[in-house]
């Protein structure tokens, strides 16, 4: 870690380089360690540590009387050396001055009080990331049945901060520790997972437990017809589908550029009344980030109200272009995705798992979503298959494995048939894990379209 | 390379180890509704050091060059094994390679690093006014990228090579609205374009400016054009889908490591497991599937790989037959364990790591569906019914990479040998072995083209990396289309 003085140190000789009108500079410091295993042992352990400069500065080529929009470049370098530093801004420069005028691009953002957040940033060592590792490996072969484990156990630290000419100073250091397991049974495998802020907390037995009772669990995978079923989503396949939702749905930019299911429906009922989604950066059950890659401040901001979408999710850009509220949900420059929620987080509701199960007359248990990807991007219809644990559920109990699906289902369908929201929610990655967290909780959703299956 | 010389030296005696010295330079440059949004220039650089020491691997890296650093770095590579070996059962063992010197440089006619930004901004803006041929065109956007990466390696075997690799593209792509529809058309492929090691003559090449109408038209006419058909007909597909779906059905289950279930906790295993090797019917006997990184202007064409072996050219799938994996050093010695075989197998050169910071995972060089015979043309002219799609849209395979489905852009029936009406929201879907034993044909060598794939995720941490694939257009008979 270099620590907020040295970078404030370091930004402010960028910023003091640069004549420019506007100037931004983005710091990163990164310290990164991951222990991989696969068939019961340990095959990849790396680690490194890097750094990231970002300059982006705004030329305004016209006077006041006549504006004609500001020249943007953006240069990046991994050096904070003096002559590094230079040359990056230098850079940047010499881009402004041969770009064309953006006629949006209003300002940077001006300083404001940031929310005060606690975190952790203690890291992994390679020991205690080995020692985690034979914890499953340990408890696989004692369980036998020709399982093998695989998995990762995954530790960062970040340091991240933004200052720009107007005077902004925004610093956030945070850790992560992620330990998950794949276990591969001869006919099935199971799925376990661990994020914690502090790599004290990891749970390397409790990670071992859930994937063994899913491989064990699903261990005779039977077939089953393609077709509607009821479902039941696992957080993790919840999460998964959500992850296309952030990127589509409250995101202003596709909003107003008519690219979005949203588009035109502010407003307006767009799922069940039982659906309630915010962004949450500030909830500290969650990883915590006190400011955007603006630097400017982030609060909680209700998207989706008992199913009506009340809000959108800006940046300094798209508020200024589109004369909104910014929300705090820049990405680092240059953006082309648009602002991004990334803490989502469901309002919970009261149902443990077991009690989504007995409601169940006929459906699917899904542990997890794979290769999801967008089919339609405009109906927010999402393509991918099951994995690492799918289950038939009757008269409320669950009666077998079955063979992995491939479904295309529409987000906003799905979320607006939602039969009971479920009462826990499990952390999962967003973005730069250290960064930003969802949670996300089970959902029982009346309807889900699979089209094919596959042969295991 | 005296530094990577250096870095070598501070090895202890009994080990093996690589480095890597690794400087990128990455020019972006993305235009939206006649606005230059993304103006970017980067560079990076850094230095990895792998060590394998009593058969159990250790990596660490840093981009910072000072004795100090690269002491701390060598050092902590070692504690990582010496960590890593108190946990392992298999020893890692490599294939004997002769240790390499050799250097080498991507041709190219025009360094796209010389060509001025005002030439760039000029044309991509130029490329993106003229796809507004109409107001219902809702976005237009032109793109273009550059990049060059130095790297030199350096192992305790005494190799020591130097490459330079240059690759860029462009493409643009518009987008049409109407009511809840929405349909896009890029051009001259999606997902960014056209990608290739070459200079910026292939940016020159592409014509984005003339081209860029017909976008705009086909975008705005998929508004009103019909819905794929939904059923189980002939498949024509273009070499640009093609490419992707050679991609994603050939290329990842044909690495090895992911067959030996080195991936199964992130990407997924495969199908074509190593009993399977030598026997498994892939695809018709039409189909023949090669591995090449020797291709001039492939994106996946390089000289050396990086653990240093040369590039080479080999089949994956001969005549139908799988015939062989992508491979590395390690995985071709359990591969000959696994096979009960004393071969002493080789890697074919597939290691590629995404950056300084990144162990080299194998990886698709360039994957190619070589050539058959005959035009597109006179593939159509020999389809009574069928429909054939391009350019693509949307993709996802299973995790051993078997149940696929794909959508494309568009599509356009053929009737009684002849182009019919524009299809909107096409997909097919299938299995890979069912699908490649349909294809009962494909078009010559003046149809094929290596389409560049830039944005191949794999591995944990996460590592993108280009790769390519030659395609000319292939029929597949019977496959089932339009289930969306």
Known sequence: MLGEAKLKEIAKKVLGYSGAQEVEVLLFVTDHGLTRFANSQIHQNVSSQDLGLSVRIILDPTSRKAPRGKRIGVASANSFDEKELKNVVARAEVLAKNQKEDPHFVSLPKPQDLPKVETSTEQATPEQRAEAVATIIKKVKEVGHGIVASGAYDSSLSEVAVANSHGVWAYHAAAASDLSTILLGPHSTGFGSDLQKDPALINADLVADRALKKVLDGEDPKDIEPGEYEVILEPQAVGEMMGFFAWLGPNARMYHEQASYFSGKLGEKVFGENITIVDDPLDEVGFVMPFDFEGFPKERLVIVDSGRLVNLTYDSYNAGRFKAKNTGHALPAPNTAGPIPLHLKFQPGIKSMRQMIKDVKKGLLVTRLWYVRFLNPRSMTITGTTRDGTFLIENGKIKHAVKNLRFNQSIPEALSDVVSVGRDLVRLSSFETELGTNQMPALHIGKWKFTSGTEF | ?484
């Not at chain 2, 050396?304 to 005549?319: K, M, N």
């Open chain 2, 1 to 484: 390379m005296r530094k990577a010389e250096e870095i070598i030296s501070k090895i202890p005696e009994g080990m093996y180890a690589d480095v890597r010295i690794v400087e990128r330079e990455a020019e972006s440059i993305a235009t939206k509704d006649g606005v230059v949004e993304a103006l970017e220039s980067s560079t990076s650089k850094g230095f990895g050091v792998r060590i394998l020491k009593d058969g159990a691997w250790g990596f660490a890296a840093s981009n910072d060059f000072s004795p100090n650093s690269i002491d701390r770095t060598v050092k902590l590579a070692i504690e990582i094994s010496e960590s890593s070996a108190k946990h392992i059962d298999h020893k890692t063992k490599l294939s004997s390679e002769k240790p390499v010197k050799g250097s080498y440089k991507t041709p190219v006619e025009i360094d796209p690093f010389t060509v001025p930004l005002e030439e760039k901004l000029e044309l991509l803006l130029a490329a993106d006014k003229a796809q507004r041929t109409d107001r219902k065109i809702v976005i237009s956007q032109a793109s273009y990228s550059g990049h060059k990466e130095k790297k030199v390696f350096a192992s305790t075997e005494g190799a020591l090579i130097d490459q330079e690799i240059i690759y860029c593209g462009a493409g643009i792509e518009a987008s049409a609205a109407e009511g809840s529809d929405f349909q896009n058309r890029s051009y001259p492929n999606s997902h960014g374009g056209q990608f290739a090691t070459r200079g910026y003559e292939l940016i020159r090449e592409m014509d984005l400016v003339s081209y860029a109408p017909r976008i705009g038209e086909e975008a705005m006419a998929l508004l009103t054009a019909d819905q794929c058909p939904t059923g189980e007909f002939d498949l024509i597909l273009d070499g640009n889908q093609l490419a992707l779906q050679i991609h994603e059905s050939c290329g990842h289950p044909t690495e090895l490591d992911r067959a030996l279930g080195y991936e199964a906790s992130y990407a997924g295993t495969s199908f074509m497991t190593p009993d399977q090797l030598g026997k498994m019917t892939y695809g018709s006997k039409i189909v023949n599937m090669t591995a090449d990184a020797t291709l001039p202007g492939g994106l996946g064409t390089f000289r050396y790989d990086d653990e240093g072996v040369p590039a080479q050219r080999v089949y994956l799938v001969r005549d139908g037959k799988f015939v062989e994996y992508l491979t590395s050093r390690e995985t071709a010695v359990e591969l000959d364990e696994i096979l009960g075989a004393s071969a002493g197998r080789h890697s074919n050169g597939a290691m590629r790591a995404s950056s300084w910071a990144r162990i080299p995972l194998i990886r698709m060089t360039n994957v190619n569906l070589e050539s058959g015979e005959g035009s597109l043309e006179d593939l159509i002219a020999d389809t009574e019914y069928g429909i054939f799609m391009s350019t693509n849209k949307s993709w996802s395979i299973d995790d051993r990479r078997l149940n696929f489905q794909f959508g494309t852009e568009i599509a356009w029936e053929i009737k009684d040998g002849k182009l019919g009406r524009m299809l909107k929201n096409p997909t097919y879907q299938g299995m890979t072995p069912q699908f490649w034993n349909s294809c009962d044909a494909i078009c010559g060598k003046d149809e094929w083209n290596i389409w560049g794939t830039p944005n191949c995720g794999k591995g944990q941490p996460s590592q993108v990396m280009y790769t390519g694939h030659g395609a000319s257009p292939a029929r597949f008979r019977k496959v089932k289309i339009g289930v969306a």
